[in-house]
């Protein structure tokens, strides 16, 4: 059933962190907008006490430091071994899987409050947050845990970026019978933290039957960093439809 969840113990430090500007109006600053996670600490683990909490109506969780990669800037601010093990309100992060929609969650920046304890006026630290994990149940599907990194300014974090493709109702190929081949649903980048894509856009609107969309061909973002060992792979094509039976066509 459950076959995954790693925590660790942390207290919790006072740290107030300045809210991100939202003066880049997407998917993510909205969304960043109007739903600020909270969440509380909690000080022990085990399978009987996350029981508990879910039982309760909350979620356990953990936020941590992604660690940097080799030759990238240490990020200040934060411990990168520090851990703060938490947990959330589940019906609000419901509520963010509903109107965020789940491909684009763990490429999505959120506020995040710890509170003294629920319902607590008491901050104990505030900042920017990325989701890298949500772990559910196999058979109901319920939400068990959830993992954070923090995404503080001027950080860097290795996000898997969804790829979406607009412009197949007017897709040369398609209309003469191609087929789309999505070979990339995502796309792996060290980005920024103030500069993290939702989703990539694919512009297959000019695709003829036979033409393909490579990697180079996609525009993001300046600081945005691709992660891929194979460049020249292509995100997606469009290829020639087979015919079902094709003893029936002609010679």
């Known amino acids: 059933m459950v076959k995954w969840w790693r925590s660790a113990g942390g207290g919790i430090r006072s ?3 300045n809210p991100r500007s939202a003066s880049h109006p997407s ?6 907008l109007y739903h600020t996670i909270q969440a509380i600490p909690r000080e022990f683990t085990g399978n009987r006490i996350s029981a508990k909490d879910r039982a309760q109506g909350r979620i356990p969780a953990v936020v941590f430091s992604q660690p940097p990669l080799e030759n990238s800037p240490k990020p200040t601010g934060r411990s990168i071994a520090r851990k703060h093990l938490l947990t959330t309100e589940r019906k609000q992060i ?3 899987l509903k109107s965020v929609e789940l491909p684009y969650f763990c490429s999505t920046t ?10 607590s006026s008491v901050l104990l630290e505030s900042g920017n947050v990325l989701p890298v994990k949500i772990h559910r ?10 993992v954070f990194v923090w995404a503080d300014e001027g ?6 970026v969804p790829v979406t493709f607009k412009g197949e109702d007017v897709c040369p190929g398609l209309k003469k019978g191609g087929h789309l081949n999505k070979i990339r649903t995502s796309l792996k980048y060290l980005c920024p933290a103030e500069h993290i894509p939702p989703k990539i856009e694919v512009d297959i609107s000019n695709l003829d039957v036979g033409d393909r969309v490579c990697l180079p061909d996609v525009k993001v973002h300046p600081s945005l960093k691709l992660l891929s060992k194979n ?3 292509p995100i997606c094509k469009i290829v020639a439809t087979k015919l ?8």
């Open 15 to 17: 740290l107030l962190s």
């Open 27 to 32: 998917l993510q600053s909205q969304s960043s």
């Open 94 to 96: 419901q509520a963010i």
């Open 231 to 233: 460049e020249v792979m």
């Open 110 to 119: 959120f506020p995040l409050q710890i509170r003294a304890g629920s319902g």
């Open 155 to 160: 950080s860097e974090l290795k996000v898997d």
């Open 244 to 251: 079902e039976n094709p003893e029936s066509a002609g010679v």
């Open 137 to 146: 149940d196999e058979e109901s599907g319920k939400i068990l845990n959830l």
